[in-house]
Structure formats: C-alpha cells, structure tokens
C-alpha cells in the first residue's frame, strides 16, 4: 500500500483495550472539526465530527472530546479492533470558509493481537 | 454505489508535459476539493470548488489549475509538472448540509493518484 506517513507518530493499542488519538489544531477561530481514518492504499474516510458548541459527541464505538481552552481534540475508539489499524488525522474549519479544511500531520494507530 | 473516481491512478511523467486529473461525484454534490499529501505533512489542500464555475485557492495552489464546468466533474492540471509535484494526490466531493447546529461538511473522498514526475 501508499506509505504516507514514513514518520508518523504511532499509537500501539491491545486487541480490546480502548484506544485515545490526541489532536492539537492550531486555529482557534475554527469551528467544526472531523477526524478521518486512512487505510493504507486508501483515501480517508470521514469517522466522526463536532462543533465548536459541543464537547462531546458519540459514535459507533467511536468518542470525539472538544477542548477548546487548550484547542485539543482527541478521538477515543472502544474495544479496538485489527481493522482499526489505520492513520487518523483530525481535520479543523473554520466558519464561513466552506469546504477548506486543514489536516493534522496525523496518527498511525497498530493494533496488536 | 456512491463515490469519486479518479483517473488515472498512477501516472509518471517528465518535467514539463501537461496533465489532466480527471475527478467525478455520482452524489450531486456542491462542494469539490483537492489534496495532495506528502509524508509528515499530511493532507493539503490545493483548490476547492463551491458549485459549479466557482472555484478558490486552497493552501497550496501553486502549479497547479481546476475548473469546474459541470457539477459532477472537477479536473486537476498541470500545465509544466515539476519534481515537486511528485506527491499522491485525493479529490473530495462533499455535500453541503445546513444542519440545525451549524454547516458540517462530511467529504467523500477518491482513491488516489499517485504523480511521479521525473
């Protein structure tokens, strides 16, 4: 597959256990943020998002946290899976700006057996 | 079967020949976008479309042109590709929804090309 992320910070993650991605954006007039997961070979696929008036919101077995004081977001997956194993970037927009969204550099998330 | 195709998927090319990415949507959306994503640096935005014959720049739009003649379609170009346009490159479509707490924008995105330009 595309190898994308030769440096990529890595989080390893038990089969089961509860994974955590953390996330620090960098613009706070952004307003709406998403976090999407990238198979190897594969374009990213939208997981999950949230506003800027929420600091919580619930998924499928997925959590998105808002802190907004310290501009943090981070992604929490529920009793890990192999086919979580992926790269998770969080995604931020800021109001009025349409569809221009600006990437985090990203997380490969290795689940181990 | 919802979804954005890219053509082609991979593609070598020498320094200065034009290029066409195709991109297309089967999902009526209004929103296009184009990336391209480079090892540690994530995914970059080069240009996006908001409907058909509006376009802007995205992060990175150097080097790079896109028109938006028709709704479904949104074509990448390279007029004089250079090394460093080497990169693998994802078109996006999203659909622009209002909602009751504010505009989200959940994108779609295509498979990839990978560009390598000699």
């Known amino acids: 597959g595309e190898s994308v992320g030769l440096h990529l910070p890595t989080l390893s993650v038990q089969e089961g256990d509860n994974s955590i991605i953390n996330c620090a954006y960098s613009?706070?007039?952004?307003?709406?943020f998403i976090w999407y997961k990238q198979e190897s070979g594969k374009g990213p696929q939208f997981i999950i998002d949230?506003?800027?008036?929420?600091d919580k919101r619930q998924g499928q077995r997925v959590t998105v946290l808002l802190n907004k004081t310290v501009k943090h977001l981070s992604l929490q997956i529920a009793a890990t899976q192999p086919g979580d194993s992926a790269v998770y970037f969080c995604?931020?927009?800021?109001?009025?700006?349409?569809?221009?969204?600006?990437f985090g550099t990203g997380t490969r998330l290795q689940v181990t057996l | 079967e919802a979804q954005v195709t890219q053509n082609p998927r991979y593609l070598i090319t020498v320094t200065g020949k034009k290029l066409t990415v195709t991109c297309s949507q089967n999902?009526?959306?209004?929103?296009m976008s184009w990336y391209r994503q480079d090892p540690g640096l994530g995914l970059r935005q080069i240009y996006y479309?908001?409907?058909?014959?509006?376009?802007d720049k995205g992060d990175v739009p150097e080097g790079y042109k896109v028109s938006r003649k028709e709704k479904r379609n949104f074509p990448l170009i390279l007029e004089s590709p250079s090394p460093n346009q080497t990169s693998l490159y994802f078109c996006?479509?999203?659909?622009?929804?209002?909602?009751?707490?504010?505009?989200?924008?959940?994108?779609?995105f295509g498979p990839g090309t990978r560009l390598t330009v000699t």
């Open positions: 479309s908001m409907n058909v014959e509006v376009t």
């Open positions: 999902m009526n959306h209004e929103y």
């Open positions: 613009n706070s007039a952004s307003d709406y």
């Open positions: 996006a479509s999203s659909k622009y929804d209002p909602g009751l707490a504010g505009e989200t924008y959940e994108q779609y």
């Open positions: 995604a931020e927009n800021m109001a009025g700006t349409a569809s221009k969204l600006t």
């Open positions: 949230i506003r800027s008036n929420m």
